[in-house]
């Protein structure tokens, strides 16, 4: 699932190609991860791109209202005041701008042509993303339930939340009512380097470790929105070209390979359903949470 550098990757690629232009039309093939495909057809033709926001995990395409001409027809539509576009890539979504002579791919279901013959293309082979259209009435329901933005809150914020939490400390880095946008690749990475385990309670670390966990978690997802994010499987970006931030992974994945750090052997632990990578020795297991460490295969994989 694509995480916070990964979908500002493709929404620093998408500002470069569709900012300023104006949707057409909207063509649509399959619509089961769509909210409301008919709000689609109805309310993108005319308006203008004005903005590529990521907001955690996903992007909001910020709209225009629609031209004067079209403005006192749709009023009664809600078409006369900004409005966005909701894009969640999901596991195997895409999302890019290219010429529309040039044929779609596979799996494209939705197309929106724009005035300068290109066509913003959607395509998800196992549609788990999401697009919906948002009027200012649903993005005022759909974005409070959302925490801060990992890069933007204070050290000192991150430390008052985080040590009056009595929840895992991975758990809580992945709630997204927390920090929105961390997802299980990043938190893995920055807990190492902090040398938290997964596992530890948010209440029982102390300040100065959880001045640490901030410091490390922002400098890791600005190196990875600098290394255009982690191709873990099928994440490509607004270009079409894969991210390569996991050659910098230092637990994510690494299941029975010495820590780059210490040598010791990386383990894995199940921690509120979710797999966390960590090394035994930086990253000691708290008392009486030995029985969470997973055993390690016969054989690793890579």
């Known amino acids: 699932m694509p995480e916070l550098p990964e979908v500002e990757t493709v929404a620093q690629g998408l500002r470069k190609t569709i900012l300023g232009r104006t949707i057409l039309s909207v063509r649509l093939g399959k619509t089961d991860f769509i ?29 225009s209202p629609v031209a004067p001409q079209r ?6 539509n809600g078409d006369s005041a900004p409005a966005a576009l909701l894009v969640h890539l999901g596991m195997t979504g895409q999302i890019g701008s290219l010429p529309a002579a040039q044929p779609a791919a596979k799996h494209t279901h939705v197309v929106m042509p724009l005035d300068d013959s290109r066509e913003l293309r959607y395509t998800d082979p196992r549609r788990f993303g999401r697009l919906a259209y948002l009027d200012q ?81 922002q400098q890791i997802l600005l190196k990875a929105i600098a290394m255009h994010g982690s191709s873990i499987s099928d994440f ?11 050659r910098q992974h230092r637990v994510y ?50």
């Open 35 to 63: 909210d409301d495909p008919a709000a689609l057809e109805l309310h993108l033709p005319g308006r203008r791109i004005e903005a590529v926001d990521r907001y955690g995990k996903f992007m909001l395409l910020r709209l």
């Open 71 to 76: 403005a006192n027809a749709l009023a009664e």
């Open 137 to 217: 009435a649903l993005l005022d329901k759909e974005l409070p339930r959302f925490g801060a933005d990992p890069l933007e809150i204070s050290s000192a914020d991150f430390i008052a939340q985080t040590r009056s939490r009595r929840a895992r400390i991975k758990a809580l880095l992945l709630d997204q009512s927390f920090l929105r946008g961390v997802g299980n690749i990043y938190a893995d990475e920055a807990l190492w380097r902090a040398k938290i385990h997964p596992a530890r309670l948010a209440s029982s670390i102390t300040k100065d470790q959880a001045k640490l966990l901030h410091r490390a978690l």
């Open 236 to 246: 490509l970006d607004a270009d079409g070209e894969p991210g390569w931030y996991q």
């Open 253 to 302: 994945d690494r299941e029975g390979r010495p820590c780059s750090r210490c040598g010791h052997t990386i383990r894995r632990t199940l921690v509120a359903g979710r797999s966390s990578h960590f090394c035994p020795h930086c990253q000691p297991t708290p008392r009486g949470l030995t029985k969470f460490v997973l055993p390690l295969p016969k054989r690793h994989s890579k």
